[in-house]
Nanobody, 115 residues
C-alpha cells in the first residue's frame, strides 16, 4: 500500500503562487508514477500533470507554462509549483500514485484563488 499526504493549499489572490507537496510512504517512491489531479465544484476530476522515473508527462493545456511538477526521491515527495494562479484554478488538488497493485489517492488539499 501507498499512503499519500498533500499539503500546501490555501487562499491566494490571482497572480500569486503556491507550492503543493505530497509526501508518500509505504512503497519504493522512486519507482512510482506520481500525478496531480484537481476537481473543481461541479466538475469531473482532471489530470493536471504527471511525473515518472524518467521525466514528466504532458500538462493539461490550461496550466502549461504556469505549473511545474517535480519530485525529490530522497524526501519521498512530489511537488506542484503553481505560478500566476487564476480563479479557474480553484479546486481540490489530489495526489495520485500509480502502482502495479492499483491507484492510490491522498485526501486532497483545497486551493482557492480570488479575483
Amino acid at each position: 500500500q501507498v499512503q499519500l499526504v498533500e499539503s500546501g493549499g490555501g487562499l491566494v489572490q490571482a497572480g500569486e503562487s503556491l507550492r503543493l507537496s505530497c509526501a508518500a510512504s509505504g512503497s519504493r517512491f522512486s519507482d512510482l508514477y506520481m500525478r496531480w489531479y484537481r476537481q473543481a465544484p461541479g466538475k469531473e476530476r482532471e489530470l493536471v500533470a504527471g511525473i515518472t522515473k524518467g521525466g514528466t508527462t504532458p500538462y493539461v493545456d490550461s496550466v502549461k507554462g504556469r505549473f511545474t511538477i517535480s519530485r525529490d526521491n530522497a524526501k519521498n515527495t512530489v511537488y506542484l509549483q503553481m505560478n500566476t494562479l487564476k480563479p479557474e484554478d480553484t479546486a481540490v488538488y489530489f495526489c495520485n500514485a500509480v502502482t502495479i497493485m492499483g491507484n492510490y489517492w491522498g485526501q486532497g488539499t483545497q486551493v482557492t484563488v480570488s479575483s
